[in-house]
């Protein structure tokens, strides 16, 4: 096959769009669909890993650099801020130019910043370096799903999709274990490296697997302004949410950005009215599915990032495991995302989004639950079963809420729903760690004097009190050098017991996230458009 071009297959509204089965077969590896998969499973899989395998290498960047909480979060922050404002551009640059293209350059960029960390000797490069492999991750992540969409027909698209988001849950789930495993008997530093070898793989493959799809109706010029003021208000957006946990939700600041971003959105919106090529034609909202997709990615989302950001320091810092051990103990959670997933896309397609997804986040909505549930005492057993759970539910909304907002869109914007849909999954990522942050630090502030004092301990001061509490934020016991033992134990007991406390209390709240996604799901529906892909067949 050398044609390069994709014809969209849409038509007119009275027209019935072409079946992709009745295309002729693809010649070779090049367009080879399954092969495709693969390809854009492998440069995804560096994205996805990186998402949660610093969480693991956290303690340890900290410990090494001598950087602060506020600090560390900024290794995640940088890397979700530079995510979630550069998806949709991302995406639309690949409408234009090319889904392959974008996806190769995102993959090198996105390698050669990672190695970039490794190297680094101070936390500010280590931020700065994060923030570029936000960018290029932008480019490689909607541009695999633009790939997927032109390449596989229809009846095929969920089990590719199912596929995909397995690679993405089992990469985001199982980052804790590799990063464990690398952190204890490598360094911090291999947690990036190893994106180098990844990426090296997924350019070798990509130059002589992934063919360019684009369909005839693609843009072909670019909306700038749109682009400006779409940027604009994500960063507004998510900066508000970073910074809220730091400034507090009722200060000036935070209300300015968010203020701010809503003007910006509201000026975006006007704007892509009037332009000949929108950067997102509104009427892509129309879609109650599609739209109701979008906000089930932010409330999953919301749930997952913003618990597990808790429970990786519940792990170590609270049971005291190393950070393998700590990885070991989510492999329930890795182990039903990759199980569950591909069975997750032959039921959506059988029976359609609708019951799946609700499933799913009911059972997210109890495994939080569960999770709020979990003390310094409780054993593995227990643990597992609510990790366990948590995977089941979070793998049919990763591939449903992926099909229905990609599915649901016209085939010459799958890179801009690609966007969408990524963009979704970062700004909950970003909400989740804000707001659930503000609960435990909200819920630390106001417990621990008391459980000081109950438990006879010296006053502290202002500023003792302070630092105290922004070290059981994360379940660090705040004692001294040379503390005698009893106090030590004493200040350890009312640390963990604060910092559980103020986890239960997240947990509850994003249990409560969950059952308001329960009922979203059921706005959801097959994707319309689907059979717009696939121009080239090859199953």
């Excluded at 910074?243 to 006007?270: H, I, Q, Y």
Aim: negative net charge.
């Amino acid at each position: 096959m050398t044609s390069q071009t994709t014809v969209d297959t849409t038509g007119p509204a009275d027209k019935a769009p072409s079946a992709p089965s009745d295309q002729p077969p693809a010649k070779g590896l090049r367009g080879h669909p399954w092969f495709t998969l693969i390809t854009v499973a492998v440069g995804v899989m560096m994205v996805a890993l990186d998402g949660t395998i610093v969480a693991i290498a956290n303690p340890a960047i900290a410990s090494d650099l001598g950087a602060t909480f506020a600090q560390v979060q900024w290794i995640t922050n940088a890397y979700f801020l530079a995510l979630a404002v550069s998806l949709i551009t991302a995406g639309k640059l690949g409408d234009r130019f090319g889904h392959r293209q974008t996806f190769l350059i995102g993959v090198v960029g996105f390698a050669a910043a990672s190695g970039a960390i490794g190297l680094s000797d101070s936390i500010g490069l280590v931020v700065t370096f994060r923030v570029f492999q936000g960018l290029f991750g932008a480019l490689l992540m909607p541009a695999a799903l633009g790939l997927l969409r032109a390449t596989f027909p229809a009846e095929k698209l969920n089990m590719a999709i199912g596929i995909w988001g397995m690679v993405i849950g089992a990469s985001t789930a199982g980052g804790p274990i590799l990063g464990g495993v690398l952190v204890e008997h490598v360094s911090w530093q291999s947690v990036f490296f190893i994106n180098v070898p990844v990426g090296v793989v997924a350019v070798a493959l990509g130059a002589f697997i992934l063919l360019d799809h684009r369909a005839e109706n693609a843009p072909r010029s670019f909306d700038i302004p749109g682009i400006a003021l779409l940027s604009g208000a994500m960063f507004c957006l998510v900066w508000a949410l970073i910074k809220a946990p730091e400034w507090g939700w009722g200060d000036g600041r935070t209300w300015a950005f968010l203020v701010g971003s809503m003007v910006l959105f509201g000026a975006f919106a006007s704007w892509e009215t009037k332009v000949k090529e929108p950067l997102i034609p509104l009427g892509l909202f129309r879609s109650v599915p599609l739209s109701a997709g979008v906000v089930l990615m932010v409330l999953m989302a919301i749930a997952f990032m913003g618990g597990l950001f808790f429970v990786t320091f519940y792990l170590q810092n609270v049971h005291g495991m190393s950070p393998i051990d700590a990885g070991l103990h989510l492999l329930p959670l890795t182990g039903m995302m990759i199980v569950g997933s591909p069975l997750a896309g032959a039921a959506i397609t059988k029976f359609g989004p609708r019951l799946p997804l609700a499933g799913g986040m009911a059972a997210t909505a109890i495994a939080m639950y569960g999770m709020s549930t979990l003390d310094k005492d409780t054993g593995s057993g227990l643990m597992s079963i609510w990790f366990a759970l948590l995977g089941f539910g979070l793998a049919p909304v990763m591939v449903g809420a992926t099909e229905v907002i990609v599915g649901n869109a016209p085939m010459e914007l799958s890179g801009v729903a690609g966007g969408l849909q990524q963009a979704a999954m970062q700004i909950g990522g970003s909400l989740g760690t804000a707001v659930l942050g503000a609960v435990m630090a909200s819920k630390v502030d106001s417990d621990l004097a008391g459980n000081w004092a109950d438990a006879g301990l010296p006053p502290l001061t202002p500023e003792q009190q302070h630092q105290a509490s922004e070290a059981v934020q994360v379940g660090v016991a705040p004692v001294a050098p040379d503390t005698p033992a009893e106090i030590a134990a004493k200040i350890t007991d009312v640390a963990h017991d604060t910092f559980i406390s103020g986890m239960s209390l997240a947990s509850l709240v994003a249990a409560g996230v969950a059952v308001v996604a329960v009922f979203v799901a059921f706005l959801t529906k097959r994707g319309a458009n689907a059979e717009a892909g696939a121009a080239v067949g090859h199953i």
